[in-house]
C-alpha cells in the first residue's frame, strides 16, 4: 500500500502508515504522554470508501479546535493605514481560525458618553468574520470591575442602573442574535464588580437572562485572569460554583493566559486546567501572550527583544499550546494580537511592524499546520477502503474527478465518507 498522507508521524496509528511534515527543529519535541493525550482527545477516525485500488487525497481545511487572535479595532476603524488593514487581514486569514473583539464590544467603548453608541466597528469586525466564517467570541458585554466602568454609569441611581444594564444586554441580544459563537458575561467579576456591588448577586443572572431572552442560543462565558498562574484559581472556582448553584446559565469557562512573565509556570496551567475541568465545562484560553503581563516588556513596551529572547518565546509558545491542545476540556487558544503594529505586548507578537515573521510564528505555523495537520494523499485497498486517524476538523476528501467536504467532529470521534 502506498502510504504518502502526511500527519505527524508520532500521532500515526492508523492502519496506514504515515510520513512526517518538515517541522521547524529550533523547538523540542512533544512528551509521549501529550502525543498519547491528543491521539485520545484531538484525533478521531476517517474511513473512506472509494474505487478499488483509487489514489484517495485528504486535505485539512480547519481545526475544530479554535487556534484564535484578538481582532484590533484600529484595524477596522480606518486608524492604519490601507496597505497594513489589508496585510493584517490576510495575516490572520493565513494563521487563524476564530477570532476575539478585543475592544469593540466592550461598553466603554461602544458607548463612553450615554446615549452615544458605536456599533461601527463591531459591525465592520463581523462582516469580516462572517466572510470568512470565523466564529467569533463577543468580548465583552459588561465589564464590572471599576476603573473599566464609565463614570456616566456608575452615577445613575439604583433603580436606572438596573434599566440600563437591562437595555444593554437586550440590545446586544437582539441587534447580535445568532453572530456572535460565545460571549464574555461581565468580565473579570473576582476582580471586581460594581453591578452587584449595587444592584445585588442576582444581577449575574439577570444579566444572562436578559441577554438569552433576546438571543436563546448565546453562548455565555465567564472570563478572568491569574488563573492558570494558580494566583487566583481558588477563588475563580468558589466563584464559578456559587453562580452555578445561582442558576446561571454558563456555557463556558474563560482563562486569560498572560498574568505569567517571560516564562510560564507548566505545572501551575496543567493543575488549573484540571481544576476547572471538573465542573464539565468547555475551556476556552481567552487571551494568550508570551511574554505575559508580568514580564519586562509589559512595563516597557519600546523594549527590544533580543533574537535569544526570540528563540526562547517560540520555544515557550509551544510549550503553552502542546498543554492546552492535549487537554481534554480545552476547546481553544486565542491570542491577545499577533502584529507589533496591534498588539498591547508588542514583543509577544508572531509579527513585526515590517510584517517580518519572529521565530515564534514559524514555529506556531509548524505546529499548527504541521504537527498537528492531516495532509496528503493513500492509495485504498482492493475493497476501496482507506481509514485513517486524522484531526478533528474539516476537510476536503478528493478520488479521480470527486471531491466532497466533510467533517470529522469530536462529539462523532468517527467518519465515514463514501466517495461519488
Not at 498562574?229 to 445561582?246: F, S
Not at 496528503?376 to 474539516?394: P, T
Request: aromatic content about 10%; hydrophobic content about 40%.
Amino acid at each position: 500500500m502506498t502510504t504518502t498522507l502526511s500527519v505527524s508521524k508520532s500521532l500515526a496509528i492508523s492502519c496506514v502508515l504515515i510520513s512526517c511534515l518538515t517541522v521547524n527543529h529550533t523547538v523540542n519535541a512533544q512528551s509521549p504522554e501529550q502525543e498519547a493525550a491528543i491521539r485520545e482527545h484531538r484525533m478521531g477516525t476517517m474511513i473512506i470508501s472509494a474505487a478499488p485500488n483509487a489514489t484517495v487525497q485528504v486535505r485539512q481545511l480547519r481545526h475544530e479546535f479554535w487556534f484564535g487572535s484578538a481582532l484590533a479595532n484600529h484595524v477596522f476603524d480606518g486608524a492604519v493605514s490601507r496597505e497594513d488593514a489589508v496585510r493584517y487581514r490576510q495575516v490572520f486569514l493565513d494563521n487563524f481560525n476564530s477570532a476575539v473583539t478585543e475592544s469593540a464590544l466592550k461598553w466603554g467603548v461602544m458607548e463612553p458618553k450615554r446615549g452615544e453608541v458605536d456599533y461601527l466597528t463591531i459591525d465592520a469586525i463581523l462582516e469580516f468574520t462572517d466572510q470568512h466564517v470565523i466564529p467569533l467570541r463577543g468580548h465583552n458585554i459588561f465589564w464590572g470591575v471599576p476603573k473599566w466602568t464609565q463614570d456616566w454609569v456608575k452615577e445613575l441611581d439604583d433603580e436606572a442602573l438596573r434599566a440600563t444594564v437591562e437595555a444593554r444586554a437586550r440590545d446586544i441580544g437582539s441587534r447580535y442574535r445568532g453572530r456572535f459563537a460565545e460571549y464574555d458575561l461581565n468580565n473579570e467579576m473576582i476582580h471586581g464588580n460594581v453591578f452587584e456591588d449595587r444592584l445585588g448577586p442576582e444581577i449575574t443572572l439577570n444579566m444572562a437572562q436578559w441577554v438569552k431572552d433576546q438571543d436563546p442560543g448565546a453562548k455565555l462565558y465567564l472570563n478572568d485572569y491569574d488563573i492558570l498562574t494558580g494566583a487566583k484559581l481558588g477563588q475563580y472556582v468558589t466563584h464559578i460554583r456559587d453562580l452555578l448553584e445561582m442558576g446561571v446559565p454558563i456555557d463556558g469557562i474563560g482563562v486569560q493566559g498572560h498574568l505569567h512573565a517571560e516564562t510560564f509556570d507548566p505545572e501551575a496551567l496543567q493543575n488549573a486546567l484540571d481544576e476547572l475541568a471538573k465542573f464539565g465545562l468547555p475551556i476556552r484560553v481567552t487571551e494568550f501572550s508570551m511574554p505575559g503581563q508580568r514580564s519586562k516588556y509589559y512595563e516597557n513596551r519600546a523594549m527590544e527583544i533580543t533574537p535569544e529572547e526570540e528563540l526562547s518565546k517560540a520555544q515557550l509558545l509551544v510549550d503553552y499550546y502542546r498543554i492546552c491542545f492535549a487537554h481534554p476540556a480545552v476547546n481553544g487558544i486565542l491570542m491577545w494580537g499577533f502584529w507589533e503594529g496591534a498588539n498591547w505586548i508588542p514583543q509577544s507578537s508572531l509579527y513585526k511592524r515590517d510584517w517580518s515573521p519572529t521565530p515564534a510564528a514559524q514555529a506556531y505555523k509548524d505546529l499548527v499546520y504541521g504537527e498537528w495537520w492531516t495532509n496528503g494523499e493513500v492509495k485504498a485497498d482492493g475493497n476501496g477502503r482507506v481509514e485513517i486517524q486524522a484531526f478533528f476538523g474539516l476537510y476536503t476528501v478528493i478520488s479521480g474527478d470527486e471531491a466532497v467536504t466533510v467533517e470529522l467532529k469530536k462529539e462523532d470521534r468517527n467518519l465515514t465518507v463514501m466517495m461519488p
